[in-house]
């Protein structure tokens, strides 16, 4: 009997993970989804439905399989007939107390999924990864693809394991497996709007004081989710790409998105001295009453931190035009406004 291959995707139910799973399926794939067995599976239809006005149908052709990164047996079942493997699945944290369930779900679940890609002579890979394992030379420096990891750097415990991630997969390159790394900016894009950029605009529609003056590269989840797919149906392997659509400061984001939502903009500074002394008695208070952190030292030096970085790679490789984050920014508070209804 024939069995035509598959796609296989892990971290169907994150923000990138959903929205790749919706392009894969528009184009005709045939597409299994790695979830866990707390993921709510019924926010991926949710994120269907900011493009269909039924999504039941495109979403009933995923093939769930319910495995986690460490779950050998299980992760052997779900790459059966697979052709092409989408490996979006992370655990972020910038606690450096989960270093060790960082390391375990990010660097040991790459190599587990890069060893059965392996085994079972996957013909392809694309793994995404983050613009946080770039080096950078010096303050005024564009961030290129070029610039190595610096481990000397205050690098968060994140970042760490998502570079020994990468690793994994280049590890992977050297064996024969076709590879492709991905280096997404901070991500945008409808749906979770209680986790991640999501929870940024549920932030904003409630009202937002404060911002900060850094300055990130930011792009649409629609772009990357198309990209990936892009670089996967070419011929093009064993390389990196930074995804960036536009640098902007974290202000003008705000800003934007504010107006957007016909919301008052943010109008104080929270400089560098003020997130020291908020990440401290957050640490402190943590301690104390055993409560969750909510502000770890990564975190506040990375909001008030000015980088840019440069995506001539990928559109000079792709011949790819950027959606606008003006464009970005309309589209996510469309969409944020009818969730809301």
């Known amino acids: 009997m024939y069995f035509s291959a ?8 994150g923000l990138v993970g959903a929205h790749l799973l919706f392009f894969l399926l528009r184009e005709g794939n045939s597409v299994r989804a790695i979830h866990r067995s707390n993921s709510n599976l019924l ?7 900011y493009y269909l006005e039924n999504p039941d149908v495109l979403y009933g052709k995923i093939e769930w399989v319910e495995a986690n990164l460490n779950d050998i047996p299980a992760l052997t079942e779900a790459f059966k007939r697979i052709d092409k493997v989408y490996h979006a ?4 944290s910038f606690n450096p107390q989960h270093f060790h369930k960082l390391k375990k779900s990010n660097i ?12 079972f002579k996957v013909k392809k890979i694309c793994y995404l990864s983050s ?3 770039l080096g950078k030379e010096n303050k005024e420096s564009v961030i290129t693809e070029e610039m190595p990891w610096n481990p000397d750097a205050d690098n968060s415990v ?3 394991t998502k570079y020994g991630a990468e690793m994994e997969v280049w590890r992977g390159a050297q064996e024969g497996l076709d590879t492709v790394i991905v280096n997404p900016g901070v991500i945008l894009g409808s749906g979770f709007w209680d986790s991640g950029t999501g929870a940024l605009f549920s932030k904003v529609n409630k009202g937002l004081t404060y911002y900060t003056k850094g300055t990130m590269g930011f792009v649409d989840v629609r772009d990357v989710a198309k990209i ?5 149906e070419s011929a093009i392997k064993n390389e990196l790409f930074i995804l960036v659509s536009e640098n902007t400061s974290y202000k003008d984001l705000l800003t934007k998105i504010a107006l957007e939502m016909d919301k008052k903009p943010p109008t104080k500074e929270l400089k560098q001295w003020m997130l020291k002394c908020a990440w401290k008695l957050d640490k402190l208070r943590s301690i104390l009453t055993g409560g969750k952190q909510q502000l770890f030292k990564s975190t506040a030096n990375a909001i008030v931190s000015k980088k840019l970085y440069s995506n001539q790679k990928i559109i000079n490789t792709l011949n790819y035009n ?9 589209y996510i508070v469309t969409n944020f406004q009818k969730s809301s209804r």
Do not use: W
């Not at 990936?228 to 996967?232: D, G, P, R, S, T």
């Not at 950027?322 to 309309?330: A, H, P, Q, V, W």
């Open 6 to 13: 598959m796609v296989l995707v892990t971290g169907g139910t």
């Open 43 to 49: 926010a991926v239809k949710e994120v269907f439905s």
């Open 89 to 92: 699945a992370a655990y972020v």
């Open 108 to 119: 040991e679940g790459t190599a587990n999924i890069v060893n059965l890609c392996l085994h």
């Open 131 to 133: 613009i946080a394992t």
């Open 158 to 160: 994140y970042a760490i």
């Open 228 to 232: 990936c797919i892009m670089l996967m």
């Open 322 to 330: 950027f959606t606008s984050l003006d464009e970005t920014i309309k």
